[in-house]
């Protein structure tokens, strides 16, 4: 069975990134921008913004070269050139994260070189499972509610509440989406799969859900499930908004069963919690929800994760999408590679650039790699 | 020769081509190389065809023809693709059957490549986003230096005091060339020198695929003996060199296609 037909809200959004907040914005809706997926989402929405993922563009950047370092990464460059291309006019408010120094030096230049919209600086401790974490990430929403609070006016907590429940909701539709994609590989792609990711990230989250809740009801109506062969693969690694690079692994042989992206599943991290007050959910589920190598919790192995991730999808192997020069992901690739291959999962590493379509020569790896899952090359 | 079923492989890389027929019994018939050029998918007809007559065949008469190399996708004869890597791993296991890893050195990439005991691809590593390391590296130095390119290699045997070439980037390489001829230092001290960095730049790609001996070497890097020595010393273990190294991804190739043949 084709899923097609579901499939074209997310492909229409993906399309033209910036159609869908530009017609919002232009219906009156407010538009906040942000860059990360720890800005706490449910307080922009419950204050009436569409909150749209800050994601850069596809292509060569240029302005940006002239005022960011060379050891930046290609999302950073490109990021700040679509700001200094002046292509987010219709923003009232930027978001920003203390993810690593390179997006603090984005968030001051973007400040200091465009001037078109209010801009936040959200601080997440780094260590995030401590009690003065807590306390500190409190404090910190707090502020970030007064601030949004002068233009919004007061948010009701009926207003964050409903927000924190429909993010919730959300966040186990995706989890299910993701789960009946690994179970049945092949009705949908990993690629297609990515793509509604990213439109979650460019839509109103309740528009998003029913497309998705009504995707998931046509796959659970299928009844001639795909019996495929081809070997399974999880995705892991850091900024990279670019899907041709989980295209070509798809092209080369390999099935993208599940993924830890920034982009991909990390978004929709769900996590249990409940909090004495609306905020408090807010808070607790920012802290408690799965982490990227920006945060630590515990100083848990950050192989751990992804060796029960790859058990959990059945992931034949790894794929490490990696953004050059980005150096949290950097520092947790050494451990995560080590706890790999204690768990006998073979893994490949592909160098990504979000400027950039993947170089051919990635194929022969992604096709080797597939090659070697299958146990080929037997003598 | 008619009735008799012959398998066939090509390997289409960016230097050269290369083709080799086999029969039932994985027997070579005939192989041939030529240089890829600009149209690979012609060079591919072309070497299968030599080959065919060497071995005495007619391309028609293939029962199958794998393809393999970066241009595998280009050649119409094939009845499917395998990568580089896993023909090379068959190949050379095929030609060695003791041999636990296989060092391929071709014009536009290099590859190192970690088998288990039964042969499969337990792990792999390739540089193939530069040209350092690879069979052009030395290309490029051959004609700044006015050399033969197949007697570059042997004359690095007559250095006296290699030189030190410290970058891995051929244009910046080159510039440290001009630098030493500049200086006055003799041409098979740079030789050496280019040979060592060559060796250097693959070793890293050995030690991150953490290779263990016996060690194959192939592709066409491999008849650089100055090279091979090179990369023999950081090893600390013998490379044992194919009579013929260039053509053991297309005997990869060829053996796949007797696999797929005979399974039909």
């Known amino acids: ?191 297609q799969l990515m793509e509604i990711n990213l439109a979650g990230q460019l839509m109103d989250r309740a528009e998003h859900l029913a497309a998705v809740k009504a995707l998931i009801a046509a796959f659970q109506a299928v009844s001639d499930l795909p019996d495929e062969k081809m070997p399974r693969v999880f995705v892991w690694g850091s900024m990279c908004r670019h899907t041709a690079f989980i295209e070509l692994i798809e092209q080369a042989g390999c099935r993208v069963v599940g993924d830890d992206l920034c982009v991909g599943s990390r978004s929709y991290a769900p996590a249990h919690v409940e909090g004495a007050t609306p905020m408090e959910s807010v808070v607790r589920y920012y802290l408690a929800r799965a982490h990227c ?15 029960e991730a790859a058990q959990r999808y059945k992931a034949q192997g790894v794929i490490f999408l990696m953004t050059n020069f980005c150096d949290p992901t950097a520092f947790d690739y050494v451990p995560i590679t080590q706890a790999l291959e204690k768990a006998d999962i073979p893994s490949l590493t592909l160098s990504v650039e979000q400027h950039q379509e993947p170089p051919e020569q990635l194929r022969t790896r992604v096709e080797a790699f597939a090659e070697m899952l299958q146990g080929s090359a037997v003598s | 020769m008619s009735g008799r079923a012959v398998y066939a492989g090509v390997d289409v890389g960016s230097a050269t081509t290369k083709a080799l027929w086999i029969d039932g019994d994985a027997r070579v018939l005939g192989s041939r190389v030529i240089p ?157 020198g280019l040979c060592r960095s060559i060796a250097a730049r693959v070793h890293s790609l050995v030690s991150r695929a953490r290779l263990t001996a016996p060690t194959m070497m192939t592709g066409g890097v491999a008849k650089n003996v100055g090279v091979v020595n090179a990369m023999e010393a950081l090893l600390g273990s013998p490379l044992h060199i194919p009579e013929s190294p260039q053509t053991v991804g297309a005997l990869g190739a060829a053996l796949y296609a007797l696999d797929e043949g005979t399974q039909q």
């Open chain 1, 1 to 191: 069975m084709d899923l097609s037909p579901w499939l074209t809200v997310f492909q229409n959004v993906t399309a033209d990134y910036y159609e869908y907040a530009r017609n919002a914005a232009a219906q009156g809706r407010k538009v906040a921008g942000y860059f990360c997926s720890y800005v706490p989402q449910e307080l922009l929405y419950g204050a009436g913004y569409l909150p749209i993922r800050i994601l850069g563009r596809v292509g060569a950047t240029s302005r940006a070269d002239e005022l960011l370092q060379p050891f930046s990464c290609s999302f950073a460059r490109s990021v700040l050139d679509t700001a200094l291309e002046r292509e987010w006019p219709f923003l009232s408010l930027t978001l920003f994260s203390h993810t690593c120094d390179t997006m603090q030096n984005v968030a001051d230049l973007w400040r200091a070189h465009t001037g078109d919209s209010k801009t936040i600086i959200v601080s997440i401790p780094t260590r995030v499972d401590t009690e003065a974490a807590a306390q500190y990430y409190s404090d910190e929403l707090q502020r970030v509610r007064s601030l949004l609070e002068e233009d919004s006016g007061p948010i009701a907590e009926d207003a964050i509440q409903q927000a924190f429940d429909l993010y919730q909701g959300h966040r186990a539709t995706m989890n299910e989406l993701y789960r009946l994609h690994a179970e049945h590989p092949g009705l949908l792609t990993g690629t």
């Open chain 2, 36 to 192: 890829s050029g600009g149209n690979l998918a012609d060079a591919a007809s072309r070497c299968l065809q030599y080959a065919a007559e060497e071995a005495g065949c007619s391309l028609d008469s293939a029962v199958c023809i794998v393809a393999t190399g970066y241009g595998r996708e280009r050649v119409a004869e094939r009845s499917r693709s395998v990568t580089e890597i896993s023909c090379h791993a068959r190949g050379a296991r095929a030609l060695y059957p003791e041999a636990r890893s296989v060092i391929d050195i071709g014009g536009q990439d290099s590859k190192a490549i970690a088998l288990d005991e039964r042969g499969r691809v337990l792990r792999f590593e390739m540089n193939d986003k530069c040209a350092a390391g690879t069979g052009r590296f030395l290309e490029v130095m051959a004609r700044l230096l006015e050399l033969d390119l197949d007697r570059f290699g042997s004359r690095a045997g007559h250095a006296v005091a290699p030189v030190s070439i410290s970058s891995t980037c051929t244009v910046f390489a080159e510039s440290e060339v001009i630098s030493h001829l500049a200086q006055d230092r003799a041409v098979d001290d740079i030789v050496a």
């Open chain 1, 293 to 307: 190598p920006a945060f630590h919790r515990d100083m848990h192995h950050p192989g751990t994760a992804l060796v």
